[in-house]
């Protein structure tokens, strides 16, 4: 099977030109110098990471970091009966159950996140139904809140969950299962012990998509939040656009990129050991 | 086997759908809402779907944004396949380095991916339009296909292929009738990823757009400053009600003749 | 693979229609702009009566138009910015100057818009349209006359106040409160203001620039800043709300024609601008778009309903307690600061 290396080197090439080199823009930008008009003078400084470390920046990348895990905690406690589902369906099910989830978000993003303000604002659909029905006097305040960038994280992501958890579900072992029932183990038992091992890599894959990505969404927080809190994404966006500081931008972004980074890999660790642990526990 | 799903599970199922599709429903009930800031239902019109098959600017952006989100589906879906499977064979101390580089286009900011691109390519006099719009989609697209065809891959041990090998299958045919069947949902849903990424992608698009290379996404952030015309929530019906047509001959034309594969189930 | 093989079908088909469609050897004037910000017509017209091709791109802000000619974007003839960013674009050497005998017509603009501050002697850019940032209010909730910025500050209104996401707009309205400068570089002067803006901020429903008229129409909120042609947007749409300019003074800003460094067809752009700025070209387009026209040889030829639009047309008077945002330098970074403290309630 060695032939297939050979087919990684235009793969590699691609990859260097179009990620690698731009990206080393990227970190010399991040210690270099702004003028008074906002160009990149090149000149080394530590300048961009040392603004970093202040309660301000550091203060939203912890905000960021809590809301993002929140929103994959979310999307995986509610796509995962959903992918399981889909796994255990007829082929023709799984083939429309797939499509369907997707092609909502074939629409625009934009189109989509406004379409939650007409449904929470407050002479909104929510609330008139709500009121129509009697369980509420006076409309709620829904949107521009904290749960309403919430919600709008977990909406536009629940695919990323989704793909890669039905991906992982579908290939379990079934003659596996099949033995587990033989030999009298309960539906919850073969559960945990066989099918929820087997699907980790999905659920890895999808948690990471989801954080990543929570974490580097900025509209949802101005629509659905009414521009009232900020994240690490607003940040570097400000940075390279409003403030015109782009190595302080470029500094932020290396730092984003590293902290995922370290942190996937310590989910990827985590997920291991704890994966073993129950496989010898089975055994056992 | 006798087992059925858990009833549970289909009810969390339905409401999931719901879920995603409200607030779809939502825009295509608007769709004939005859007033232009799209807020109280005003009346029955079938005029922004007039309006829309007349606009060439929305028809110019559609254009683009089909034919970039097609091309570099395909694109990303062959190469971060290619990574997925060649990652296997390659030495354990470089698989490390090598999945970080492949998994940084899902972390990196949009922003710093555009503006990076933009860099690049204007250093090497690349001009701006489709193409360099399709390079960038492509390079962030198919780190998601690599991720999701990784998956797949994790859960599926190599006997099979080794098996094959052993009976004397090529290198071929093993890939063709062996790892290619066992991999397809991975490839499927990685393909579906891309698409949708692409489709929907603006900050990237936007900057290393050129001129007459106006996406749809560029074109409907920029239309926000005066208000989202409704024709956009036609567009969208439009293009909801096309995909799932599409789909459902494609479906048909395929299956016919062919019978349903039984298959064993999960526990609940 | 099923799916896949639709795709590519898909593919070829939609690749063969756009190679098709276009390929024409008309010289092309590209236009680089905000979206929808021209009478379709009056394009259309350009294009036949001078035999070319026009292509229009938009962008959807200032910054990330000045952030992507800065990074090497191009291929545009015209573009438009705004005021401030005209400013930036010539300290940064990012524009052509124009050469006024190609634009006969400029003499056509009204004297208040000929030689701004932010661009002395309309060396590179002329003015497209222009307004003012003041306060929109629904009178059906609010019952005090409204005059002074002040009044944002009322806690009657708490939690239906609606800010603009713009921190030079912002902090520029609460420098203006204080009888500062919109664009002061006095480190002090912009920390009394945050600090007034902070004490604002329990009231604040939302931050929004771009569809803050939907939420005054749609009465999520009662009180909000706005920029003088959406407020005339706004009205449209809901009677009930009023526009007034504060007392106190507050900020114009303008969009503008302007030409980027390298342009290919520099005098098929001046050629454009001199077109639009044809009286009866004028009328047509700003008629149908519904933005303040700087042209005053174009007023004859306008409609009476547009002529008497008070929040199109301002008064005299009204234009006397205005003030351009200038560019503040290394102060940017100040704003900014303090802006993103403000939004995020850390410090």
Redesign the interface.
């Known amino acids: 099977?060695?032939?297939?290396?050979w087919?990684?080197t235009?793969?590699l090439i691609?990859?260097g030109l179009?990620?690698?080199?731009?990206?080393l823009?990227?970190v010399a930008m991040s210690f270099m110098q702004r003028d008074?008009?906002?160009?990149v003078v090149y000149s080394f400084s530590w300048e961009g990471y040392k603004t970093f470390w202040d309660?301000?920046y550091l203060?939203?990348y912890w905000?960021t970091i809590v809301l993002s895990i929140t929103t994959t905690v979310i999307c995986l406690v509610?796509?995962y009966?959903?992918a399981?589902?889909?796994?255990?369906?007829?082929?023709?099910v799984q083939?429309?159950g797939?499509?369907?989830?997707?092609?909502?978000?074939?629409?625009?993003?934009?189109?989509?996140t406004?379409?939650?303000v007409?449904?929470l604002?407050?002479?909104g659909?929510v609330n008139s139904l709500l009121i129509h029905f009697g369980w509420i006097d006076e409309p709620l305040?829904m949107?521009?809140t904290k749960g309403a960038v919430l919600l709008g994280m977990v909406?536009n992501f629940?695919?990323?969950m989704v793909?890669?958890l039905?991906?992982?579900?579908?290939?379990?072992d079934?003659r596996l299962?099949?033995a587990a029932?033989d030999l009298g183990a309960s539906?919850?038992k073969?559960?945990w012990h066989i099918?929820l091992p087997?699907?980790k890599?999905?659920i890895?894959?999808g948690s990471?998509?989801v954080f990543?990505?929570t974490a580097?969404m900025f509209v949802v927080t101005?629509?659905l939040g009414?521009?009232?809190?900020?994240m690490i994404?607003n940040?570097?966006?400000?940075?390279?656009?409003?403030?015109?500081?782009w190595p302080f931008?470029?500094a932020l972004?290396v730092i984003?990129?590293l902290t995922?980074?370290i942190l996937?890999v310590l989910f990827s660790r985590v997920m291991k050991s704890r994966s073993d642990r129950t496989r010898e526990g089975g055994n056992a | 086997m006798k087992k059925k799903?858990h009833p549970?599970?289909?009810i969390?199922?339905a409401l999931?759908?719901i879920?995603?599709?409200?607030?779809?429903v939502?825009?295509m009930v608007?769709s004939f809402n005859n007033t232009r800031l799209?807020g109280?239902w005003k009346g029955f019109t079938l005029d922004w779907y007039v309006s829309l098959l007349k606009d060439r600017h929305v028809m110019e952006a559609l254009m683009n944004s089909l034919v970039i989100a097609v091309v570099s589906t395909i694109a990303a879906t062959l190469?971060g396949t290619?990574?997925a499977?060649?990652?296997?064979?390659?030495a354990r101390k470089w698989r490390g380095p090598l999945n970080?580089?492949?998994?940084?286009?899902?972390?990196?900011?949009?922003?710093?991916?555009g503006?990076?691109?933009l860099?690049?390519f204007s250093q090497l006099q690349i001009p701006l339009g489709k193409s360099t719009v399709m390079?960038?989609h492509?390079?962030f697209s198919?780190s998601?296909v690599y991720?999701?065809v990784?998956?797949?891959l994790?859960?599926?041990g190599r006997q099979l292929?080794e098996a094959a090998?052993d009976l004397g299958a090529t290198?071929w045919q093993t890939f063709r009738h062996v790892t290619l069947p066992?991999i397809t949902?991975?490839i499927?849903?990685g393909a579906?990823?891309a698409?949708?990424l692409s489709?929907?992608d603006?900050m990237v698009s936007f900057f290393v757009a050129g001129p007459s290379s106006t996406t749809?996404?560029i074109y409907?952030?920029g239309q926000?400053k005066r208000g989202?015309s409704p024709e956009?929530?036609a567009l969208?019906t439009l293009?909801?009600l096309v995909?799932?047509t599409l789909?459902l001959l494609a479906?048909y034309v395929l299956?016919r003749g062919k019978g349903?594969?039984k298959?064993?189930?999960?526990?609940? | 693979m099923k799916r896949t093989g639709l795709l590519s079908m898909l593919g070829v088909s939609v690749l063969a229609i756009s190679l098709l469609a276009g390929c024409s050897s008309k010289e092309k004037l590209h236009i680089y702009s905000w979206a929808d910000n021209f009478n379709e017509t009056v394009i259309s017209d350009f294009e036949k009566e001078f035999n070319v091709d026009v292509t229009y791109d938009i962008f959807a802000?200032n910054?990330?138009l000045?952030?992507k000619i800065?990074a090497g974007g191009g291929g545009y003839d015209l573009i438009q910015p705004s005021d401030y960013m005209v400013e930036?674009m010539i300290?940064?050497n990012l524009l052509e100057p124009l050469d006024k005998n190609n634009i006969p017509n400029y003499t056509n603009i009204a004297d208040t818009f000929k030689d701004p501050t932010f661009d002395p002697g309309n060396k590179y850019s002329i003015v497209y349209t222009s307004g003012v940032t003041g306060i929109a209010y629904n009178k059906k909730y609010i019952k005090d006359p409204i005059d002074s910025w002040e009044d944002l500050w009322n806690p009657a209104y708490k939690?239906k106040v609606l800010l603009l996401?713009d921190?030079r707009e912002m902090i520029g309205m609460a420098l203006k409160k204080h009888g500062f400068s919109n664009s002061t570089t006095n480190e002090t002067e912009i920390k009394t203001a945050v600090d007034d803006l902070k004490k604002l901020l329990p009231s604040?429903?939302?931050?929004?620039t771009d569809?803050i008229k939907q939420k005054m129409i749609?009465?999520?909120g009662w009180i909000s800043t706005v920029w003088s042609g959406d407020a005339a947007y706004i009205v449209k749409d809901n009677p009930d709300i009023a526009y007034v300019v504060p007392k106190e003074g507050a900020t114009i800003f303008s969009d503008n024609y302007a030409i980027p460094k390298g342009a290919k067809n520099k005098a098929l752009a001046e050629k454009f601008i001199n077109y639009m700025l044809d009286p009866k070209v004028s009328a047509a387009n700003y008629e149908a778009i519904g933005y303040s026209d700087p042209n005053t040889k174009a007023m004859e030829f306008h409609s009476e309903t547009y002529r008497s639009n008070t929040m199109i047309n301002l008064s005299a008077d009204e234009l006397n307690r205005v003030e351009w945002l200038s560019d503040v330098?290394?102060s940017?970074?100040f704003?900014?600061?303090y802006w993103?403290?403000l939004?995020?309630?850390?410090?």
């Not at chain 1, 099977?1 to 290396?5: A, E, F, I, P, R």
């Not at chain 1, 039905?166 to 379990?172: G, N």
């Not at chain 2, 970080?100 to 991916?113: A, E, N, T």
């Not at chain 3, 939004?343 to 410090?347: L, N, P, T, V, Y």
């Open positions: 099977m060695n032939k297939s290396k087919f990684f235009p793969v691609w990859l179009f990620l690698i080199v731009p990206m823009i990227v008074t008009l906002g160009n309660s301000l203060g939203i905000d509610v796509s009966p959903l399981y589902y889909l796994a255990n369906s007829s082929p023709r083939n429309w797939l499509i369907l989830i997707t092609i909502p978000f074939w629409i625009n993003f934009l189109i989509r406004y379409a939650w007409l449904l604002r407050t002479q659909v305040q949107l521009y909406y629940v695919p990323f793909l890669p039905y991906v992982a579900i579908e290939q379990i079934r299962l099949d029932s539906r919850w073969a559960f099918a087997q699907s890599a999905g890895m894959t990471v998509l990543v990505s580097g101005d629509i009414g521009s009232k809190s900020s994404s940040i570097i966006q400000a940075q390279f656009l409003g403030a015109r500081n931008g470029s972004s984003f990129v995922s980074l996937i | 799903g549970l599970l289909g969390h199922s999931m759908m879920f995603i599709y409200v607030p779809i939502l825009v608007y799209s109280d190469l290619i990574s499977l060649s990652m296997r064979d390659i970080g580089v492949l998994y940084m286009p899902v972390i990196i900011p949009d922003i710093i991916m503006l990076s691109l860099v690049l390079i960038a492509i390079t198919m998601y991720v999701v990784n998956a797949r994790a859960g599926m292929e090998q290198y066992q949902p991975g499927i849903s579906l990823i698409f949708t489709l929907d603006f749809l996404p409907i952030y926000v989202i956009i929530n969208c293009l909801i995909s799932i789909i479906q299956n349903q594969k298959h064993k189930m999960l526990p609940f | 802000n910054e990330d000045l952030a800065k930036t300290k940064n939690g996401d921190n604040v429903l939302a931050f929004d569809t749609q009465e999520e330098g290394d940017l970074q704003y900014d600061r993103t403290e939004k995020s309630g850390r410090e």
